[in-house]
């Protein structure tokens, strides 16, 4: 099993900046990949970006392309920790963001929710000004 849990959240104005935080533990020592995604109410989980076991590989979905960053940290070769630096931020980007684990694929950056077997609780992310 692995638990995620994510914070850094909160309320931001538009054109603003946030860092989320995505912290891995228990079966963290075998290599696997992570990604965020987001949903608002009514809509299905939308793919936001992933990274690949080593920080190798990275995807982002097009609406945050430029304006996102995901990274891993790396102690003594177990990146256990996710990050999303979320710059220039927009309304659209209003949503509760979830952490989630693939290990089945570590070697991969997937975007599909299917592919990701571990998810946190997530964290509100509101855009307004």
């Known amino acids: 099993q692995v638990q995620l849990v994510e914070s850094g959240g909160e309320l931001v104005q538009p054109g603003g900046s946030l860092r989320l935080s995505c912290a891995a533990s228990g079966r963290t020592s075998s290599p696997y990949a992570m990604a965020w995604f987001r949903q608002v109410p009514g809509k299905e989980r939308e793919f936001v970006a992933a990274?690949?076991?080593?920080?190798?590989?990275?995807?982002?979905?097009d609406s945050v392309n430029g304006r996102f960053t995901v990274s891993r940290d790396n102690v003594n070769h177990v990146k256990n920790t996710l990050f999303l630096q979320m710059n220039n931020l927009k309304l659209e980007d209003t949503a509760v963001y979830y952490c989630a684990v693939d290990r089945d694929r570590p070697w991969l950056a997937g975007r599909s929710a299917s592919s990701y077997g571990y998810w946190g609780q997530g964290t509100q992310v509101t855009v307004s000004s």
């Open positions: 990274i690949n076991w080593n920080g190798g590989v990275t995807t982002y979905a």
